[in-house]
Structures are given as C-alpha cells and as structure tokens.
C-alpha cells in the first residue's frame, strides 16, 4: 500500500496511511476484490471524505 502513495501522487500523513491499511486488513473477507484498485478507491475516499470515508467504503468497495 505504500506504492498507492506514489501510484496517486498524493501525500498521506503516516496516521492516514495507517488506517487505510488497517481499514482494508478488516475488512479483508468482506470485500468485493483485494486488489491496488480497491486500495486506492479507499484512498480516494479517505481524502475526498476525511470524515466519513470508512462508511463510503464500507457500502462502496465490501460485499453486502
């Protein structure tokens, strides 16, 4: 996860990349695909939505 950094051209704090890291970790048996794609949808949405960004994910990149 931490190429998603380069491969977006976007800056992170260490804390933000800790819990996207750790969002996907939990979510692992939920989601639609573990891929880069998926990464990097949910670090999208983290920083178009800094404050709501795991609910988004939660309906947007996990199964039902």
Same mark, same amino acid.
């Given at each position: ?42 670090? =999208?949405?983290? =920083? ?9 994910? =939660? ?6």
């Amino acid at each position: 996860l931490e190429v998603l950094v380069e491969v977006e051209e976007k800056i992170f704090s260490d804390e933000i990349k800790t819990e996207i890291i750790d969002y996907i970790g939990s979510k692992k048996d939920s989601l639609r695909e573990i891929s880069l794609r998926t990464a990097i949808k949910v670090a =999208d949405l983290a =920083d178009s939505f800094p404050k709501k960004w795991k609910s988004i994910a =939660d309906v947007t990149v996990c199964k039902n």
